[in-house]
Each structure stands twice: as structure tokens, then as C-alpha cells.
């Protein structure tokens, strides 16, 4: 069963940027459609980013999101930059073997992490 554990949350300035990794339990490159969720106080679970199956990275957010795969180490990675207090919350990562492309609803989803939690603050 796979299991996917998050990692690289933190404390950061705003504009100051942050990578956060996915590790996954089995191997998901072009297995799985991967999603990055985040949730902030009192929100909704909001998608932020997503890597279709065959694809090696993307970008979302304006730009300032970068997600990617890396095949060696079978995990999946978010790079964000120019971050901003807006970005604050608990950062999860999600995948699917069933999906043919990123969903944008959490419930899509059938494997979670457990959320790694980003703060900007000054």
C-alpha cells in the first residue's frame, strides 16, 4: 500500500522561498497523478500544484510554484518562491493511480500524507 510522508515545512520570511518533498513508499513515477494541497486555518483543502503521470514538472501558482519528479529517489518535490503570508498552512501531498489527469477536488484523491506545516512570517 503506498504511503507518502511530506517534509521541508518551515518558518520563512515573506519573499523567501521553500522546497518541500514527497517520499513515497513504492514507486509512483508515471503511476500516479500527484497533488500538493494545502489547508490554512479556518480554509478549505485548496490543490496548489499537480504532476500528471508522465509528466517531470510543472508550475502553478503564477509561477512561483515548481513541482517535479525525481525519478532516482522516487519522490515528488514542490519548490515555492516569493512566498507570502497567504501562503501560510499545512502542505499535504496526495496521489492517485485511478485518475488520467490532476483533479482539482481533494476527494479525488485516495492517498494522503500527513501535511507538513509552512509559515510566513516576518
Known amino acids: 500500500q503506498l504511503q507518502l510522508v511530506e517534509s521541508g515545512g518551515d518558518l520563512v520570511q515573506p519573499g523567501g522561498s521553500l522546497r518541500l518533498s514527497c517520499a513515497a513508499s513504492?514507486?509512483?513515477?508515471?503511476?500516479?497523478?500527484v497533488a500538493w494541497f494545502r489547508q490554512a486555518p479556518g480554509k478549505e483543502r485548496e490543490r496548489v500544484s499537480c504532476?500528471?503521470?508522465?509528466?517531470t514538472s510543472g508550475s502553478s501558482m503564477m509561477g512561483r510554484f515548481t513541482v517535479s519528479r525525481d525519478y532516482a529517489n522516487n519522490a515528488i518535490y514542490l519548490d515555492m518562491k516569493d512566498l507570502g503570508i497567504d501562503d501560510t498552512g499545512v502542505y499535504y501531498c496526495?496521489?492517485?493511480?485511478?485518475?488520467?489527469?490532476?483533479?482539482?477536488?481533494?476527494?479525488?484523491?485516495?492517498?494522503w500524507g500527513r501535511g507538513t506545516q509552512v509559515t510566513v512570517s516576518s
Open positions: 496526495a496521489a492517485d493511480q485511478r485518475l488520467s489527469g490532476c483533479a482539482a477536488s481533494p476527494a479525488a484523491y485516495n492517498t
Open positions: 504532476i500528471s503521470r508522465h509528466a
Open positions: 513504492t514507486f509512483i513515477v508515471n503511476s500516479y497523478v
